[in-house]
């Protein structure tokens, strides 16, 4: 079974490479999971949040060369 690996992390969900990558990879067709993209966004909490909550872009093992080249492509 594949396993899920980090591709990379974002700050914020306003972030444009965050968005584009999304974007990018929806079109290309490889599925991911964007980790603690929502609890950024919950704007009254954010005061209370720790600073060092990042939003993980996750990927299938198998599609990560892919993925890399895409997120390159942006950078």
């Known amino acids: 079974m594949n396993r899920l690996v980090k591709l990379v992390s974002f700050d914020s969900v306003m972030d444009i490479k965050f968005n584009l990558l999304k974007d990018m990879l929806d079109e290309a067709g490889i599925a991911y999971i964007s980790n603690n993209e929502n609890m ?22 198998e599609n990560l060369d892919e993925a890399l080249t895409i997120l390159k492509s942006i950078d």
């Open 40 to 61: 950024r966004a919950v704007k009254p909490a954010l005061s209370m949040m720790p600073s060092n909550l990042l939003i993980d872009v996750l990927v299938y093992e």
